[in-house]
């Protein structure tokens, strides 16, 4: 029990850690100019941290639904892992329909390909590990495959559908749009951002309360981490331009670690990180325990849900609405700082009367009605 209570505090730490992240981003693109105006060191350190809080969410997930099915996968009957597997895909069904609805407001949602990352990861989550290995790499290989085959083709390159000026994916809500940015160059396409969810899956059937475990995950993630942003480095900006000629843009599409496109290089590094991230906040939860100081932390965690909607409305639509844009990433951090402890008052507050956040109720009670 002293096990799972320490896994759970330290996945609730680490979602803490990603809703923080996405929200800095979001006031970065909201309040400030693309590309980021600013110190180029600031520039370069917020670049550092687009796309990498999904990826971590996406992650976080697959552990999510490893742990949910834990005693099912130990018992091996067919009638507890069907039961797991009913419940999942219900609470995928209503991800997907709450992202589609947010999506009116939001053009980058993630909630709705969480419903579909959810509902085939459903049909994984009993499977090998070595298949979800192998998965995994099919789908970084397909998206490559797909960003090169496709380069010349107008209804499928990776450009097609996307108003690069306003970042919006304009033709979403066409069958082809909507079909073409859930498969392939979408905000978070299924190749290969369902690997992320492999990923997860795999993470969570360790034993993340042992110190070994978490010790190898900081070694190895930050590791690949490092090891990925070096070759990224040397392939875009001398092997790809010099050695093999390639036009200095083509690189770094294809070499490069930004998350659109999400090339191999974005995959492996934001990949690595996320689980430094997720290994270092189990670690964290596990030495600071019940402290007062980390509870607050753990209940913005539960309410990531709450919070990745909620920020939309309370503060990046208003923003909008009174055209305060164009600023440095000076104000822009600031800004998001300061509605991530505004946030933080305002659940903590919510907490001394509810267990779960608002939207987490209405999502546990749509998903699981027969529940009290």
């Not at 979602?15 to 370069?44: K, Q, S």
């Not at 190749?191 to 990923?199: E, R, S, V, Y």
């Not at 875009?236 to 690189?251: A, D, H, K, Q």
């Not at 007062?292 to 709450?306: I, Y």
Request: net charge positive; proline share 4%.
């Amino acid at each position: 029990m002293a096990t799972t209570s320490t896994r759970l505090h330290g996945i609730d730490l680490a979602r803490a850690v990603a809703i923080m992240g996405m929200m800095l981003i979001h006031f970065n693109e909201i309040a400030g100019t693309i590309p980021y105006t600013g110190p180029d060191w600031l520039v370069w350190l917020d670049g550092q941290l687009e796309g990498r809080a999904a990826v971590a969410f996406v992650i976080l997930a697959g552990i999510g639904m490893s742990l949910m099915s834990r005693r099912a996968r130990i018992s091996g009957t067919d009638e507890a892992r069907r039961t797991v597997c009913k419940a999942l895909f219900r609470r995928a069904i209503v991800l997907f329909g709450a992202g589609l609805l947010f999506h009116q407001a939001w053009d980058g949602d993630i909630l709705h390909c969480y419903g579909i990352f959810i509902s085939i990861g459903t049909l994984l989550l009993f499977a090998p590990s070595r298949w979800l290995w192998m998965l995994t790499l099919l789908l970084n290989a397909g998206f490559l495959a797909m960003f090169l085959l496709f380069n010349n083709h107008p209804g499928w390159a990776y450009d097609a559908g996307w108003d690069w000026d306003a970042l919006v994916y304009a033709d979403f809500w066409t069958a082809k749009g909507f079909l073409r940015s859930i498969v392939f160059n979408g905000w978070f396409p299924l190749f290969p951002w369902l690997g992320f969810m492999l990923l997860g899956i795999w993470l969570g059937r360790l034993d993340l309360g042992s110190r070994s475990v978490r010790r190898n995950g900081m070694l190895w993630g930050g590791g690949i981490a490092v090891a990925a942003t070096g070759a990224s480095w040397l392939l875009t900006n001398r092997i790809g331009p010099g050695m093999l000629g390639m036009p200095y843009e083509f690189s770094y599409a294809l070499f490069g670690r930004e998350c659109l496109p999400p090339t191999p290089f974005f995959v492996i590094q934001s990949g690595g990180a996320a689980v430094f991230m997720i290994a270092l906040c189990l670690g964290v939860a596990d030495r600071l325990g019940d402290s007062r100081g980390l509870k607050p932390w753990l209940v913005f965690g539960q309410c990531a849900l709450s919070i990745y909607i909620g920020h939309v409305f309370l503060f990046l639509v208003p923003l909008i609405y009174l055209d305060c844009t164009g600023y440095s990433l000076w104000i822009t951090l600031p800004m998001g700082a300061g509605a991530i402890l505004a946030t933080l008052l305002l659940i903590v507050a919510w907490h001394r009367f509810f267990d779960r956040g608002p939207l987490e109720i209405v999502i546990r009670r749509l998903a699981e009605p027969t529940r009290s």
